[in-house]
């Protein structure tokens, strides 16, 4: 959407003109890595914020450099092994390894029951090569016999087209984006297991893919298996809605004042606050 053209105009300059020009609004765009603010993804996302107070937007800080860019292990490592097709929604925690402080944060609030750690069924030939992809690696690393989804009607796009049909998380970085496809399918989020562990080659689990999302483990996803895959994927993660929340809540309070008066004390937390997102 960045650098979508209609009419000769982007089209993010076409909304921002839009509202500026009929509604009165000052408006600002911004496109925002969500592992700048602490979530393990690199992940990002165009923000269009608006204000009738005649004064610059505030954009959040970033709190973490690059090389603080919190892991997919610091992310997931504590949650309990599971295989494939796990199918119970409700298991009780059991911590495998001393917490980090994102594990905290995630499972704070928690009741000592952990949901949505349910996984994908994988047929024989996924999970062979699940095992030879190294963390990183993608369909396109795996042996001509493993690399089934090749075109046989056009072999010269075989790369092109499925060069990441598969794609193993790497333990020790963030993780790429988690997209909306996840509802239909995880293979471009395989799990990092190591053939040396306790961990089964599979794909992540949808409360796998909330953490990289950072979505608190008190969060539950309701309805069908895949729709909750659908729910995670699609939204902004959290802790980057926050930072932008909390960057724009002054102007929301002066903006509140000013239209409706002064706002009672403690009020606040009441406010329908809105801010408008897509991906980019």
Same mark, same amino acid.
């Given at each position: 959407?960045?650098?979508? /053209?209609?009419?000769?105009?982007?089209?993010?300059?076409?909304?921002?003109?839009?509202?500026?020009?009929?509604?009165? #609004?000052? %408006?600002?765009?911004?496109? !925002?890595?969500?592992? @700048?603010?602490?979530?393990?993804?690199?992940?990002? =996302?165009?923000?269009?914020?608006?204000?009738?107070?005649?004064?610059?937007?505030?954009?959040?800080?970033?709190?973490?450099?690059?090389?603080?860019?919190?892991?997919?292990?610091?992310?997931?490592? @504590?949650?309990?092994? %599971?295989?494939?097709?796990?199918?119970?929604?409700?298991?009780?925690?059991?911590?495998? #390894?001393?917490?980090?402080?994102?594990?905290?944060?995630?499972?704070?609030?928690?009741?000592?029951?952990?949901?949505?750690? /349910?996984?994908?069924?994988?047929?024989?030939?996924?999970?062979?090569?699940?095992?030879?992809? /190294?963390? &990183? &690696?993608?369909?396109?690393?795996?042996?001509?016999?493993?690399?089934? #989804?090749?075109?046989?009607?056009?072999?010269?796009?075989?790369?092109?087209?499925?060069? @990441?049909?598969?794609?193993?998380?790497? =333990? $020790?970085? *963030?993780?790429?984006?988690?997209?909306?496809?996840?509802?239909?399918?995880?293979?471009?989020?395989?799990? *990092?297991?190591?053939?040396?562990?306790?961990?089964? *080659?599979?794909?992540?689990? %949808?409360?796998? +893919?909330?953490?990289?999302?950072?979505?608190?483990?008190?969060? =539950?996803?309701?309805?069908?298996? $895949?729709?909750?895959?659908?729910?995670?994927?699609?939204?902004?993660?959290?802790?980057?809605?926050?930072?932008? +929340?909390?960057?724009? !809540? *002054?102007?929301?309070? $002066?903006?509140?004042?000013?239209? =409706?008066?002064?706002?009672?004390? &403690?009020? !606040?937390?009441?406010?329908?606050? $809105? %801010?408008?997102?897509?991906?980019?």
């Amino acid at each position: 959407m960045q650098y979508y /053209q209609s009419g000769g105009e982007r089209l993010i300059d076409t909304i921002k003109n839009e509202l500026e020009s009929r509604s009165g #609004y000052l %408006v600002d765009s911004r496109v !925002l890595m969500a592992a @700048d603010f602490g979530v393990p993804q690199l992940r990002q =996302r165009l923000f269009i914020i608006g204000n009738r107070l005649g004064k610059p937007i505030t954009w959040p800080t970033p709190t973490h450099q690059p090389e603080e860019y919190l892991s997919v292990w610091e992310a997931i490592s @504590d949650l309990p092994v %599971v295989g494939i097709k796990h199918r119970n929604d409700e298991i009780p925690y059991i911590t495998r #390894y001393e917490l980090t402080g994102y594990q905290r944060q995630m499972r704070a609030g928690c009741d000592g029951v952990l949901y949505n750690h /349910q996984t994908r069924w994988h047929n024989a030939a996924d999970l062979e090569a699940f095992c030879l992809l /190294q963390e &990183g &690696g993608r369909y396109i690393s795996l042996p001509d016999e493993f690399r089934r #989804y090749d075109s046989k009607s056009h072999p010269e796009k075989r790369n092109e087209w499925f060069k @990441d049909r598969y794609r193993k998380l790497i =333990r $020790t970085e *963030p993780s790429w984006t988690i997209e909306a496809h996840i509802g239909k399918d995880t293979y471009r989020h395989i799990y *990092p297991n190591r053939n040396d562990g306790p961990e089964s *080659p599979r794909t992540i689990s %949808v409360r796998e +893919a909330a953490r990289l999302q950072s979505f608190p483990d008190r969060f =539950r996803f309701l309805g069908a298996f $895949t729709r909750q895959f659908h729910q995670v994927g699609n939204a902004v993660p959290p802790l980057l809605a926050e930072a932008v +929340a909390e960057a724009i !809540l *002054p102007d929301v309070e $002066t903006g509140m004042v000013a239209m =409706r008066g002064v706002v009672p004390e &403690g009020d !606040l937390e009441k406010a329908d606050l $809105t %801010v408008e997102s897509a991906g980019n």
